[in-house]
């Protein structure tokens, strides 16, 4: 079957560094997604990883590695605001959308 | 960037009665639209893929027959809940893609919120 593991909750302090993981075991590859989603809220777009290597956003960055079937969205100087899930999502060979459970982010001041 | 509307945000209703939720593309055209329901604390679920011009497909476990959707042009999608009951109760959000690229993401609507009473 096809199958997405992220944690479920993370803290972290404001102004520290995160990283989330993600693993994934799914009928073939077209890329890795991450989403934000704040309580209440409909998901926002955050990264696109369709190669091995790191993606950098800003502040936020996410890395890929095919081999291993793994990759984390790093959150740097964390603020507030950054509180909610985060949501990794593999496409699969035939394009469905597979999503992980999301990994709910509470920041600490 | 690409937007997608989602309408209503919120709705109550009684159990029995029926609740149709409107998605949009703002700004592009989009043949596919996806329709998730989300619990509380949970992760989204694929309910059914809406294609333009023809029949949605349906994931799994879904009804068709109580989850209509139709896709009637190039920019409107429409899930309609039919004898709505409290089970139903769930935040309801739709996607599309923007075409434009192979690595175009989801893009989603602002969600609705169904209680039904």
């Known amino acids: 079957g096809q199958n997405i593991d992220q944690p479920t909750e993370m803290t972290a302090t404001e102004g520290a560094i995160v990283q989330i993981n993600c693993t994934y075991q799914t009928s073939g590859f077209n890329g890795l997604f991450w989403y934000q989603q704040h309580a209440g809220e409909a998901p926002t777009f955050l990264s696109y990883n369709v190669l091995d290597g790191l993606e950098e956003k800003g502040r936020f960055s996410s890395f890929l590695s095919r081999s291993k079937g793994y990759s984390y969205l790093l959150l740097k100087e964390l603020q507030m605001k950054d509180s909610a899930s985060y949501l990794c999502a593999v496409r699969d060979s035939n394009y469905q959308l597979i999503w992980g459970a999301g990994t709910k982010l509470i920041i600490k001041p | 960037g690409a937007v997608v509307s989602q309408h209503p945000s919120r709705v109550i209703c009684k159990s029995g009665t029926s609740v149709k939720i409107e998605c949009r593309s703002l700004?592009?055209?989009?043949?596919?639209m996806f329709w998730y329901r989300q619990f509380p604390k949970q992760s989204l679920m694929l309910m059914a893929t809406?294609?333009?011009?023809?029949?949605?497909?349906?994931e799994q476990g879904v009804e068709k027959d109580k989850f209509l959707i139709n896709h009637a042009s190039l920019t409107l999608s429409t899930l309609t809940v039919t004898s709505a009951h409290p089970e139903d109760s769930s935040f309801y959000i739709c996607?599309?893609?923007?075409?434009?690229?192979?690595?175009?993401?989801?893009?989603f609507g602002n969600g609705t919120r169904l209680t039904v009473t």
């Open positions: 809406s294609n333009e011009g023809s029949k949605a497909t349906y």
């Open positions: 996607s599309a893609r923007d075409l434009s690229g192979d690595n175009s993401p989801l893009h």
């Open positions: 700004d592009f055209q989009a043949t596919t």
